[in-house]
């Protein structure tokens, strides 16, 4: 069975730190690229920062350039998204997400349940 787990969510002040974690099963986890997205109160779901397969190319919102950090290790088929200076904005919904495209206009993906993040004084 597929699976995306996610964790190390909860609540934080504004200016903490959290990590969230995703754990893999039931695909090949180094095929995949990996993402992360977050959906807010009221707000649709957005792409937060997004890996390559192998690791070597990664992609940031502007709003959390230079406080957010994805990385991934494919031995134990996890992705990690380091949260630094969390501002009260990135109080959301996050979710671990896992693209393949198979063919031209045709592609694979699964996602976690999501995990909680808030940031409240």
């Known amino acids: 069975q597929v699976q995306l787990v996610e964790s190390g969510g909860g609540l934080v002040q504004p200016g903490g730190s959290l990590r969230l974690s995703c754990g893999a099963s039931?695909?090949?986890?180094?095929?995949?690229?990996m993402k992360w997205y977050r959906q807010a109160p009221g707000k649709e779901r957005e792409l937060v920062a997004a890996?390559?397969?192998?690791?070597?190319?990664?992609n940031y919102a502007d709003s959390v350039k230079g406080r957010f950090t994805i990385s991934r290790d494919n031995v134990k088929n996890t992705v990690t998204l380091q949260m630094n200076s969390l501002k009260a904005e990135d109080t959301a919904v996050y979710y671990c997400n896992a693209v393949l495209k198979v063919v031209a206009d045709l592609e694979v993906d699964y996602w976690g349940q999501g995990t909680q993040v808030t940031v409240s004084s």
């Open positions: 890996i390559s397969s192998a690791g070597g190319s990664t």
């Open positions: 039931g695909f090949t986890f180094s095929n995949f690229a």
